[in-house]
């Protein structure tokens, strides 16, 4: 089981500093559309200030997953608990960033304003804002390198920008889990390295990523674990150890990738 | 109301304010223009227009429906409206659940078919001239209490979607990352369904149901193309929605038009106006 390094564990404004007890724990978790399963026996632990790629053909439930995991979908059957507790009683703690091609980016809407919404949990319907919540936000604003942006509507933005700024917006919510649907996908080379960057950041910080992700050749360089799914659980662990030619023949095995590229 | 169907020796504009009925119409165009701008705000970020004229055509088979069974009043015609969107609305959802038909094809089907219903049975009783109220508007034609509703149901509608902003904007961005943050995605989809059918009720009495569609869009169209800042859409809609119904009034009366049919066009007006001439959207400063 990986753990993170205490003395990098710094959980930055989660408010809690023991990072053994940051563990999400999935176990035999099962979704299904109306009649059709979508996902079934899942089971993995994942501790903070790790990065974990989810990795499968199309179809496989990749970004179902992802929503099971942030709440947006019933179980079928299996538990899922973050921090020992169910996770509908932490929701602030986790963040949900969808695929860039899912937003609406005509939304009238600036970057400020995209990443205050990450201020909803603690702020409610009715209270205002108050001088720290405008800090968060303005600290969340320059860690992701936005500040000069922040006026700008959000289709005014490069690709790799506006990923930033859904960071951007999960930072200000505090969120101690990032679960991305495709944050690499359609970014050009350096936009890329530069997110795998900051992803490398986030972690040290001491906070899980899960992302879906479909290169399988920048898979090694981009995460640390790798989860392989193909409706049921492929593999899970180190992407060394798990992330194998045989494994991900495994998984794409007599899919359209017949020959998927290996790392 | 005959004011309007005489073209020739009218009377003036002052002459004609000082008339309850008039000073009552103009009140109406107000409040009622400035909900229905209001609320055009969530039409627009919610991409709804369409629905939102299938609702109104909905609207109409059940205030027939209401006239038949206990006769015309406003709240049987409110009553009936209520009961005619939610049987189109919650009936598209079922067919569409029940069978492999989708919820817009399920909807056409349904709010045409109670559109054609319900005109049959208006033709069929003597109330022809009620009608074409409904099909067009009756705003110069309201009586004190038609007022006290529009007032109510354009409070009801300006205090709830003001309380409600926050969620609701953070819901309309993105329906998942609101469910994520824990908004309340359930109660909101009820909670506006609510209010937009009761302003639709009020905009079927200002402009009619086949009408109703631009006064509950154009409003908050028009400021989408000015502003980057959603919160400013439902103020911005409301204050179009107020001033261009209380100006297409005035533009009205001289020139003999229908209240209804102008309010619109004044409204559409002002939307080609921004569409033009934005400074940030408009297509003079895309093409120069």
New interface residues.
């Given amino acids: 089981m990986p753990t993170s390094n205490p003395k990098e564990h710094v959980c930055w404004g989660a408010g809690c500093r023991h990072d053994h007890q940051h563990q999400l724990e999935v176990k035999q978790l099962s979704v299904s559309y109306r009649e059709v399963l979508a996902l079934d026996g899942i089971s993995f632990h994942a501790s903070c200030g790790r990065s974990i790629a989810l990795i499968g053909p199309n179809g496989a439930g990749k970004s179902t997953l992802l929503?099971a995991l942030?709440?947006?979908l019933p179980l079928k059957s299996g538990s899922l608990r973050w921090r020992g507790s169910a996770l509908s009683k932490s929701?602030?703690e986790?963040?949900?960033?969808?695929q860039r091609g899912?937003?609406?980016w005509q939304?009238?809407?600036?970057v400020r304003?995209?990443v205050e919404?990450?201020r909803?949990?603690n702020?409610g319907?009715?209270r205002s804002y108050s001088r720290h919540d405008a800090e968060i936000v303005e600290r969340a604003l320059a860690a992701m390198e936005l500040t000069d942006l922040q006026d700008r509507?959000i289709s005014a933005l490069s690709g790799g920008q506006q990923q930033r700024a859904f960071i951007a917006?999960a930072l200000a919510?505090e969120a101690h889990v990032l679960l991305l649907d495709e944050p690499f996908t359609g970014l050009d080379k350096p936009a890329q390295e530069n997110l795998s960057r900051l992803f490398k950041e986030l972690t040290a910080e001491g906070r899980l990523l899960i992302a879906s992700h479909h290169d399988l050749q920048t898979v090694k360089g981009f995460y640390d674990d790798v989860l392989l799914i193909r409706k049921n659980q492929v593999a899970f662990g180190p992407v060394e150890q798990a992330f194998t030619p045989a494994m991900i023949e495994l998984a794409y095995g007599g899919t359209d990738h017949a020959k998927p590229l290996t790392p | 109301m005959s004011v309007f169907m005489i073209t020739n020796d009218l009377p003036s504009l002052s002459d004609f304010l000082a008339e309850p009925i008039a000073r009552r119409a103009l009140l109406a165009c107000l409040m009622i223009g400035f909900a229905n701008g209001f609320v055009s705000a969530f039409v627009v970020?919610r991409k709804s227009a369409l629905k939102i004229g299938t609702l109104s055509h909905a609207l109409l088979p059940g205030i027939a429906l209401a006239v038949l069974l206990v006769g015309l009043t406003q709240w049987s015609a409110l009553a009936g409206a209520v009961f005619a969107a939610l049987l189109v609305g919650l009936g598209s959802i079922f067919l569409s659940r029940t069978s492999r038909l989708d919820q817009d094809t399920s909807m056409g089907i349904l709010y045409t078919t109670a559109f054609a219903g319900g005109y049959l049975i208006l033709t069929q009783l003597n109330v022809r001239q009620k009608l074409d109220e409904w099909l067009f508007g009756s705003i110069v034609g309201m009586a004190d209490s038609d007022l006290w509703i529009a007032f109510a149901i354009s409070a009801v509608a300006v205090l709830g979607l003001t309380?409600?902003q926050?969620?609701l904007?953070?819901y309309?961005?993105?329906p998942?990352?609101a469910?994520?943050?824990?908004?309340p995605v359930r109660f909101l989809n009820y909670a506006t369904f609510a209010i937009t059918i009761l302003v639709l009720i009020s905009s079927l009495q200002a402009v009619g149901c086949i009408l109703s569609v631009g006064l509950m869009v154009a409003p908050a169209a028009t400021v989408?193309l000015l502003?980057?800042?959603?919160r400013?859409?439902f103020w911005g809609g409301g204050i179009i929605g107020g001033l261009g119904s209380v100006a297409a009034f005035f533009l009205s009366y001289p020139l003999g038009w229908s209240v209804s049919s102008t309010i619109i066009l004044v409204l559409g007006g002002l939307f080609l106006l921004a569409y033009i001439f934005s400074p940030r959207y408009g297509l003079v400063s895309r093409l120069f």
Avoid: C
């Fill in positions: 929503k942030a709440g947006l929701s602030h986790i963040a949900y960033l969808p899912e937003v609406d939304f009238p809407i600036t304003g995209l919404m990450g909803y949990p702020l319907w009715w509507q917006r919510q | 970020l309380a409600l926050r969620p904007l953070i309309l961005f993105e998942n990352i469910a994520s943050l824990g908004v989408y502003t980057n800042n959603a400013a859409l």
